[in-house]
């Protein structure tokens, strides 16, 4: 085959343009950019917004929100109740994530009053709380239950129910968070560690046994805590005839085969039956003020 003479000769083939380095740089440096905008955000926000969800706050930052609801509770309870503070108790090994263990704080209290007078002192007690509190009671009568919930700020709850007859559990809970401290009671001056022991001896208890004293801050800055101990009592005499030399002057809130509790201006005493042994508290009230 011979080429047309008259055909154009073919054009050069030109080569491909290539890709302006400049061009190239201003992606990476974009993403670059935006990458350390974003940690800068991110360290900021960690430095100055409040956590928002319960697993970023530790025990040690929970624990003063613990303490003043537990003082509120005491507070909304009024004045004519028996109060048993049980104090702090921290359990560890719940799972923040599957990789990361945590503890949860409870702060426990109970209330005594009149045999029947448990629903009706959850009642009072939710009304008295906070209003930021939204404490709530639900009474449920065909199940005979009574139960209240309240929220202390923070991620922490109150949980309360009454346990007949006579009495109401309050519960302050943190949910499981990091544990960045340890745990201990109050501290405070106790001149009350050995009035347990003065019950016990009224109702000649055997095998004594001195238990924890423990504490809240009060309002006007003192300290509300209870002494516990316990013992062996044989027989089944009525407390309020065994503790009659004790309790001169003072008010009798609850009175049944197994529990007893008085008052006075200064104090509260509760005596219970209960797995082969009799446990006494003996509370000092806050100071008034």
Same mark, same amino acid.
Request: glycine share 10%; with cysteine; net charge positive.
């Given at each position: 085959?011979?080429?047309?003479?008259?055909?154009?000769?073919?054009?050069?083939?030109?080569p491909?343009?290539?890709?302006?380095?400049?061009?190239?740089?201003?992606?990476?440096a974009?993403?670059?950019?935006?990458a350390?905008?974003?940690?800068?955000?991110?360290?900021?926000?960690?430095?100055?917004?409040?956590?928002?969800?319960?697993?970023? +706050?530790? @025990?040690?930052?929970?624990?003063?929100? =613990?303490?003043? $609801?537990?003082?509120?509770?005491? &507070?909304?309870? !009024?004045r004519?109740?028996?109060?048993?503070?049980?104090?702090?108790t921290?359990?560890?090994?719940?799972?923040?994530?599957?990789?990361?263990?945590?503890g949860?704080?409870?702060?426990?209290?109970?209330?005594?009053?009149?045999?029947?007078?448990?629903p009706?002192?959850?009642?009072?007690?939710?009304?008295?709380?906070?209003?930021?509190?939204?404490?709530r009671?639900?009474?449920?009568?065909?199940?005979?239950?009574h139960?209240?919930?309240?929220?202390?700020?923070e991620?922490?709850?109150?949980?309360?129910?009454?346990?007949?007859?006579?009495?109401?559990i309050?519960?302050?809970?943190?949910?499981?968070?990091?544990?960045?401290?340890?745990?201990?009671?109050?501290?405070?001056? +106790?001149? @009350?560690?050995?009035?347990?022991?003065? =019950?016990?001896? $009224?109702?000649?208890?055997?095998? &004594?046994?001195? !238990?924890?004293?423990?504490?809240?801050?009060?309002?006007?800055?003192?300290?509300?805590?209870?002494?516990?101990?316990?013992?062996?009592?044989?027989?089944?005499?009525?407390?309020?005839?065994?503790?009659?030399?004790?309790?001169?002057?003072?008010?009798?809130?609850?009175?049944?085969?197994?529990?007893?509790?008085?008052?006075?201006e200064?104090?509260?005493?509760?005596?219970?039956?209960?797995?082969?042994?009799?446990?006494?508290?003996?509370?000092?009230?806050?100071?008034?003020?």
């Amino acid at each position: 085959m011979t080429s047309d003479p008259a055909a154009p000769p073919p054009t050069p083939r030109q080569p491909a343009p290539r890709p302006s380095r400049r061009r190239g740089r201003w992606p990476l440096a974009v993403v670059v950019v935006w990458a350390l905008l974003l940690v800068g955000l991110g360290y900021l926000s960690a430095r100055r917004d409040p956590p928002s969800v319960r697993e970023q +706050r530790s @025990i040690g930052q929970a624990t003063p929100v =613990v303490d003043r $609801a537990t003082a509120q509770l005491l &507070v909304a309870a !009024g004045r004519d109740v028996v109060a048993d503070i049980a104090g702090r108790t921290l359990d560890e090994g719940c799972r923040i994530t599957p990789l990361r263990s945590g503890g949860v704080l409870y702060s426990e209290l109970t209330l005594y009053t009149s045999e029947a007078g448990g629903p009706a002192l959850l009642d009072r007690i939710a009304g008295a709380l906070p209003g930021s509190y939204g404490a709530r009671v639900r009474h449920d009568a065909d199940q005979g239950t009574h139960a209240l919930r309240a929220d202390a700020g923070e991620f922490v709850t109150i949980r309360g129910r009454v346990d007949p007859p006579g009495a109401v559990i309050l519960t302050v809970s943190t949910g499981c968070r990091p544990v960045d401290v340890q745990v201990a009671d109050l501290a405070v001056g +106790r001149p @009350i560690d050995e009035e347990p022991m003065r =019950v016990l001896a $009224a109702l000649g208890a055997a095998g &004594v046994q001195s !238990g924890r004293t423990v504490g809240v801050s009060c309002p006007v800055g003192s300290a509300m805590f209870t002494a516990h101990a316990t013992g062996r009592v044989d027989g089944d005499r009525p407390f309020a005839d065994a503790l009659r030399p004790l309790r001169a002057g003072a008010t009798v809130v609850l009175d049944t085969p197994e529990r007893f509790a008085y008052r006075t201006e200064t104090r509260g005493v509760v005596v219970q039956r209960g797995d082969d042994q009799v446990r006494v508290s003996v509370t000092a009230a806050c100071a008034a003020g």
